[in-house]
């Protein structure tokens, strides 16, 4: 008598919101997989309510900040599930803060949370992916690991680490039959900004007086307006994703928005130093962030 054939193991993180939520409910109406969907304690109360568990589908809490509870969700999915074929590290958190306003515990919690999270599940499941000859790791990345922006440098160098990590491990698991993507969204229609976190010293209780306050002020909603203006949905990233996880071999670096697609290949066709001037420029009222507060004009006159 043939052994029955295993579904696929799917591990999602960050599935309490945006892009985590939309594919959560692609993947709970998909029978060919087994799917883990984890969020924060917190996020768990909607996920219960939209998506009653089964013999094929959980719902469970980790902060992946945590080693201790990365380690005992992996040790549970091998226990009753054998292991983690395909890994979707999407949980991270964004920072809005110049650097000089950014601290090494805020700089800790925004490279915990994007890279050495999602680093160290990627740790946990690659052993039972080597002794199958076969898996994906699927990271998700942002147009800020393509090109910095001013305001979000913290969250920019946390998303170029995880690229970083992730071409590397590309190569190194080739050979094994492990595949290794970078999902690369930009501006997403959704209310993801009102998430983002404030630094000790860049939280909107600070007003707008001071050196940065050229920098907030127009930084943000200026964001908001391009995330308002995009026609891309997090449904939309989400079903990205989910042909990703279908595709036999898929692509090292996908960029899933149009304004991704775009920067994708300036960044490739046009020389840095230019790129660099045209977007410095296209900042919203940038010849006038901090004209009150800088020497620049008088140390030309003494120059």
């Not at 094929?56 to 902060?63: C, Q, T």
Request: charged share 20%; glycine share 6%; with cysteine.
């Amino acid at each position: 008598m043939a052994k029955p054939t295993l579904l696929p193991v799917v591990l999602v993180t960050g599935c309490g919101s945006g892009i985590g939520l939309a594919l959560t409910e692609l993947l709970y109406h998909e029978p060919h997989y087994r799917v883990i969907a984890t969020a924060r304690e917190n996020s768990l109360a909607i996920l219960r309510e939209k998506f009653p568990e089964t013999d094929r589908f959980w719902i469970r809490a980790l902060d992946v900040t945590n080693p201790a509870e990365r380690t005992a969700l992996i040790d549970e999915i091998t226990r009753e599930w054998r292991g983690v074929n395909i890994l979707v590290n999407n949980a991270g958190v964004s920072y809005r803060a110049v650097v000089e306003h950014m601290n090494a515990d805020e700089e800790q919690h925004q490279f915990d949370t994007n890279y050495f999270g999602p680093v160290g599940l990627i740790r946990g499941v690659l052993p039972h992916m080597r002794k199958l000859g076969r898996g994906k790791i699927i990271n998700v990345s942002s147009v800020s690991g393509m090109l910095a922006m001013p305001t979000m440098g913290s969250y920019s160098a946390s998303k170029y680490a995880l690229e970083g990590i992730s071409e590397a491990l590309w190569y190194e698991v080739r050979p094994l039959g492990i595949n290794v993507s970078l999902i690369q969204p930009g501006f997403v229609r959704s209310k993801s900004f009102l998430k983002v976190q404030y630094s000790t010293q860049s939280g909107p209780e600070h007003g707008l007086d001071g050196l940065y306050a050229d920098y907030y002020q127009h930084m943000t909603p200026f964001i908001e307006r391009l995330m308002g203006l995009s026609f891309t949905t997090p449904a939309m990233v989400a079903r990205r994703i989910l042909r990703t996880i279908q595709t036999e071999n898929p692509s090292l670096w996908i960029p899933a928005t149009l304004d991704a697609k775009i920067f994708y290949y300036l960044r490739r066709f046009v020389p840095r130093r230019i790129l660099l001037e045209l977007l410095f420029v296209a900042l919203p009222r940038v010849r006038h962030w901090a004209i009150a507060h800088t020497n620049r004009k008088a140390q030309r006159a003494r120059d």
